[in-house]
Structures are given as structure tokens and as C-alpha cells.
């Protein structure tokens, strides 16, 4: 196997929740990789900065307002990434939400409701479009869930967002098997990253350390570490991994 197995040379991609973060770091990636890709978040505007560092990797970019909570924008979505980009080989499901840290005695049933639906159902919409894409232009595909450290341990006062993770590392697991060999599944789980998503929890000092304290590492990562092992997942380089959970965390699960 030479380096040339990593490249994505000739491919198109898309990235949900590609306006900041892991996913604007993983479209940038992808694109420095060789691939087209369509960036996908609620609004254009927020991709604009995303889009420019595709095409400035020579790579041509597609921004896309969908919202993963509808089924038809999803649908439409990878239609559209089709006929501008032509079909999409790559599938990221980044896209996710987490607006609640508290007593789960407190929580209401909306707001677990809300994010199971972005970060479950919204990865399971997405990759239901992609598939029946591939499947009728009878090629091959990869699917990237973006999960979370959360989606294979337990996270204290995170009970709806960790229920989700689980659950995207059980749709990966099934989806694996279920579709082997023609699209390959894979997830990754990132521990804490260096996002707006985790700002909360890293300016609180009391919370900053102990989390410090659970990784071996004794940092966060950047978002450009997640996105690395995403365009590997993605790459031939990967071509025997199906159903795998790839764990970037700094050490937090070897304890």
C-alpha cells in the first residue's frame, strides 16, 4: 500500500455541521485530500469561510442549507450535491447538537425529543438519502458518523446527547453489517475538542481540570486531529474497516 491509498483524488463529499468545528475542519480535510465537497449546515452564510478554504485547497465547494430534522431537504440535498458535483461518494455525519448539562431528574422530554432528532435521526436521514443514491447508480459508498467518547462510555449530566451517541454507535454497528461490501460504515468518537461546541466546559476552570485531569494527553484536541482520521476512514486506505468505532480522545477510554 503506498500513500496514494489515503487520497481522495476524484471523489465527492458531503459534510454536515460544516459551518465550524470538527465538520469545517473535516470538509477543508477532505478537500485538501482531493475531493469535492458540498458543506452542509442550516445556513449558506455560516459556510461561506468553509467554502472559501475548499476551493482555496483546489477543490470545488458546495454550500448547502439543510436542516437534518427534514427529511425532504436531506433527500433534495444529495440530489443537488449530484448534479453540481456530481454523485457523492462520501457521506460525513457531523451535524449535531447538545444543549443540555444538568440533573437528568430536571430534564423534559422535548428537549431529549430535539436531540435524539438532530443527532440520531438526523445522522439516520442523511445516510438513508446517501445510501439510496448509491444504490441507484449501483456503486460504493463510506459513511463517517461523527459520534463522540460519549457514545461509548457515560457522560455525567450529558444523559441525552450520550443516549444519542450510543445510539448512532449502534446504527454504525448494524448499518456495517447490513450493507457490507458496497458502503462502508465507520464512526468516530473525539473526546473533548478544542470547538464552540465545548467552550462551556473549557472556560470553567473547575470543570476544565477535572477533564484535564481524565486525559492521559492533559489537553484538548484541535479540530484538525478529528479530520484527519475521517479522510483515513474515507480513503481506500481504510477498505477492509466496516463497523469499527475509532476513538481520538487523548487516552480518556484506556483508563
Request: hydrophobic share 45%; charged share 25%.
Amino acid at each position: 500500500m503506498t500513500l496514494d491509498a489515503f487520497s481522495l483524488e476524484g471523489s465527492v463529499a458531503i459534510v454536515t455541521g460544516a459551518s465550524r468545528g470538527i465538520g469545517e475542519a473535516t470538509a477543508v480535510a477532505m478537500a485538501e485530500a482531493g475531493a469535492d465537497v458540498a458543506a452542509v449546515a442550516r445556513s449558506t452564510d455560516d459556510l461561506d469561510d468553509t467554502v472559501e478554504r475548499i476551493e482555496a485547497a483546489g477543490a470545488s465547494g458546495l454550500a448547502l442549507s439543510v436542516d437534518v430534522t427534514e427529511t425532504e431537504a436531506v433527500a433534495d440535498a444529495v440530489e443537488t450535491t449530484a448534479d453540481d458535483l456530481g454523485s457523492p461518494d462520501v457521506l460525513v455525519n457531523n451535524a449535531g447538537t447538545n444543549p443540555y448539562f444538568g440533573d437528568t431528574r430536571e430534564l423534559d422530554v422535548e428537549t431529549f425529543e430535539h436531540i435524539a432528532d438532530v443527532n440520531t435521526t438526523g445522522a439516520f436521514r442523511c445516510t438513508r438519502a446517501f445510501a439510496r443514491h448509491v444504490t441507484d447508480r449501483d456503486g460504493s459508498g463510506v459513511v463517517v458518523n461523527v459520534a463522540s467518547v460519549g457514545g461509548v462510555v457515560g457522560l455525567p449530566y450529558q444523559a441525552p446527547y450520550t443516549a444519542s451517541k450510543h445510539a448512532m454507535v449502534g446504527l454504525t454497528k448494524s448499518l456495517a453489517v447490513e450493507w457490507a461490501p458496497d458502503i462502508r460504515v465507520n464512526a468516530l468518537a473525539p473526546g473533548y475538542v478544542k470547538t464552540e461546541f465545548t467552550k462551556g466546559v473549557r472556560e470553567n476552570e473547575s470543570i476544565r481540570e477535572d477533564l484535564l485531569d481524565d486525559i492521559p494527553t492533559d489537553r484538548f484536541a484541535d479540530p484538525e486531529e478529528i479530520a484527519a482520521p475521517a479522510v483515513y476512514l474515507a480513503s481506500d486506505a481504510a477498505g477492509y474497516a466496516t463497523g469499527e468505532v475509532h476513538v481520538v480522545d487523548g487516552g480518556m477510554v484506556a483508563r
